[in-house]
């Protein structure tokens, strides 16, 4: 039987990886490494290799489906999209346009989320529009963009590679981002010092130069007294604090307070190994930082980076070839979504929607007065819907009632809602409430780009036709568009989506079809003979001076007490990803980590009489689950761990919805806790 194999993009981490679909008659049947690929270099992980395999899975959704009582039932496209729209135009008739919410997809590509947020902004009228990177890295955007001008990683994956010294905290980077991890590695055998600051001893950790588990909830106080340490020893770049920076002598007020000593009692963190690590990163020539949710995922989150950003200015590690803040996005598009303006605040390209010039650019580009008023983050619109404010949700490839922490919470809102809409790849808990359903292709379905968490603009290419009569989320968000809007959404193909979003996105302007086939660019690319550019910052910030941040260190939202003694933290596996649509459907994956268990440090488990692989219940102020314990030393006592990726002990039944100030983003790292024998 002939074989194809079509060159695109892994639909997980934002790694970004390119492979090659092997396709025989008409199925996606396995995967294969691209050796020129510059981002996997001929490598991929276990995810990548099973990446066909649920794109052939029989749960796919093959047809639209209406709500009929306690039943969906089968129904045409025409059907299902009327009925999307007069529910859309009636509620926003009677309540006004901000009644309605609508959450894009970071596993959509960027042609797909700069439709759907067309859609709410242009054919709906509301800024109301947003995506899961509120839920995992809207500190990153906020926090870097405060003190650098950029909400993204400043320099390109395979930079790790070259760096003398690496500071990685929040990030289990062997398991989530593996490819990464591995360019970390590489380093390390070339001599680079790797340091990890993480509450459980992770793959990379166990390799480590130094690695310092401290208590959850701590990472400011490590953070300013290894800047307090680096200015003590003068190991601080004087040059460049002068010459690129403000807020420097604020920034050193604050942290002197921050002593070894009094670092130990907030974190746990030994002194000598704050002193080790905090002289070893200042000394280095080229120190990179990578982070990723441990970091962000804290009602202090947007505070945490910026904590960051003030460890590498402090060093002048940034603009210059393997320095920089190094945000690890989790999925395949989160980056892109971001770009692509699914965000209530920011339209493509990062123009703020209440500055009235960009809004004008707006108008004119695509014909509509639109909303003066920055929308609704998804984390509030659950609130919203509780009270009222919020009468009605379209959501393209989200699952909240999986993703969002205290799902009690969201069902709750959800069964406010006068309507929702899900368009979905799989029956997930989500489609499994809503009022209509849209089957969507799949990334091996369809042509588009992903951007990577590096900048990385990748083409996604169409390897099979979606199952039964599932359609693109470009073509679904056109249709819509035309029913709610009637003009403004006449794409033929993707290529044209992109060439309007480079029109109106600076960041963009340089960027198309034709380039990418040819070069791997990254933005920002703002015309056609421009390069793109890996490393950012490397003149001045795009706010002219990076700013320093004066950032004290607070207590999470959720503290230990006598009922809830236990600090629970959430994460990934190897092998699943995410809510588990698509990993839990492929059976190498599903056989290598099955289901729920929860990390237990061996000391706890003695206390409580537990052994390895007894059910255990856990219970937060906010539920309780029931899974199994898995007792090892790799974690801090005190601390829990759940992967968040079960359905049927879905960790998120207990985390906490406490949310950062300014980024709107949860504290999933830390939720006190309760742990019993079952
Ligand atoms: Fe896919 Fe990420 Fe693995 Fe690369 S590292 S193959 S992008 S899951």
């Known amino acids: ?59 796919r959704l093959t047809h639209p489906m209406i709500r009929e009582g306690d039943q969906l039932s089968k129904a045409t496209w025409e059907e299902a999209l009327q009925r999307i729209a007069s529910e859309m135009k009636r509620i926003s008739d009677e309540h006004g346009p901000d009644a309605i ?9 960027n042609e797909e989320n700069y439709l759907i947020q067309k859609v709410a902004r242009a054919a709906i009228g509301t800024n109301n529009v947003d995506h899961c990177a509120r839920l995992c890295h809207a500190s990153t955007v906020a926090g870097l963009l405060q003190s650098f001008g950029s909400g993204a990683m400043t320099n390109t994956i395979p930079e790790f590679e070259n760096a003398d010294c690496i500071l990685v905290t929040g990030s289990n980077t062997l398991e989530a981002h593996p490819l990464i991890g591995t360019r970390i590695l590489k380093a390390r055998d070339k001599g680079a010092k790797v340091i990890v600051v993480d509450p459980r001893d992770t793959p990379l950790s166990r390799v480590a130069t130094i690695s310092m588990r401290q208590e959850s909830g701590s990472d400011v106080a490590w953070i300013n007294g290894m800047i307090n340490i680096i200015i003590s020893e003068k190991l601080h770049d004087e040059e460049f604090i002068a010459a690129r920076t403000t807020g420097f002598d604020e920034l050193r007020e604050i942290v002197k307070n921050y002593t070894p000593e009094r670092v130990k009692s907030l974190t746990g963190i030994p002194e000598d ?17 990578a982070y990723a949710m441990g970091i962000t995922q804290h009602s202090n989150g947007t505070n945490l980076v ?16 393997s320095t920089g803040v190094n945000p690890l996005r989790g999925q395949c598009n989160v980056q892109g979504a971001c770009d692509a303006g699914a965000l209530p605040n920011l339209y493509p390209g990062y123009q703020s929607v209440e500055d009235a010039e960009t809004r004008s650019k707006f108008e004119h580009a695509w014909n509509r007065k639109l909303s003066e008023k920055k929308g609704m983050a998804l984390t509030n619109a659950f609130d919203k819907a509780l009270t009222g404010e919020v009468k ?39 489609v499994k409430l809503a009022d209509v359903v849209l089957p969507a292709a799949c990334y091996a379905e369809k042509n588009g780009t992903f951007t990577a968490t590096d900048r990385a603009v990748r083409a996604v290419r169409k ?25 403004g959404f006449d794409f033929a193909s993707p290529e044209q989506v992109l060439a309007e979003m480079a029109a109106v996105a600076p960041i963009y302007g340089g960027i198309d079809y034709e380039r990418i086939e040819e070069e791997m660019v990254r933005w920002p690319c703002p015309s056609k003979d421009h390069p793109g550019t890996k490393v950012l ?44 649509t698509m990993t839990r459907r492929s059976a190498k994956l599903q056989r ?28 937060s102020r906010r539920g309780t689950i029931t899974l199994a314990a898995r007792v090892t030393q790799w974690i801090r006592p005190g601390t829990i761990f759940i992967p968040f990726h079960y359905a049927e002990a879905a960790a998120n039944r207990l985390t906490n919805n406490a949310l950062d100030p300014t980024a709107q983003i949860p504290e999933y790292k830390v939720c006190a806790a309760r742990l019993e024998k079952a």
């Not at 919410?101 to 590509?109: D, E, G, H, N």
């Not at 704050?274 to 990163?281: G, H, N, T």
Request: with cysteine.
């Open 592 to 619: 290598e980590a099955a289901g729920p268990y929860v990390e237990i440090n061996t000391e706890d488990a003695r206390r409580l009489g537990i052994i390895d692989d007894a059910s255990v219940r856990i219970t």
């Open 463 to 487: 390897a099979v036709d979606p199952p039964g009569d599932a359609r693109p989320d470009w073509q679904i968000a056109c249709d819509l568009g035309r029913l709610l809007a009637g003009d």
């Open 537 to 580: 910052h490397t003149e001045s910030f795009k706010i002219g001076k990076g700013v320093f941040a004066p950032i004290e260190h607070t207590p999470p939202a959720e503290e230990t007490s006598d009922e809830y003694p236990l600090i629970l933290t959430t994460g990934r596996n190897l092998f699943q990803f995410h809510t588990g």
């Open 1 to 59: 039987m002939p074989v194809d194999y079509i060159l695109t993009t892994c639909p997980y981490c934002g790694t970004g990886c390119n492979f090659f679909l092997q396709v025989a008659d008409g199925r996606a049947v396995g995967v294969v490494p691209c050796k020129t690929d510059e981002t996997s270099a001929g490598s991929l992980c276990i995810k990548g290799y099973n990446a066909h395999a649920f794109v052939n899975h029989s749960d």
């Open 306 to 321: 910026r904590a960051l950003a003030n460890l590498a200015m402090v060093t002048g590690n940034v603009g210059r070839e």
């Open 273 to 289: 190994d704050l002193v080790s690590a905090a002289k070893m990163y200042a000394s280095a020539d080229k120190a990179m930082i």
């Open 101 to 109: 919410m609508v959450l894009a997809s970071a596993k959509c590509t």
């Open 392 to 430: 009605a949700m379209l959501i393209f490839g989200e699952n909240p009632m999986m993703s969002d922490p205290d799902i009690g919470h969201v069902e709750r809102a959800i069964s406010k809602l006068e309507f929702m809409a899900v368009i979905d790849i799989f029956p997930t808990e989500t």
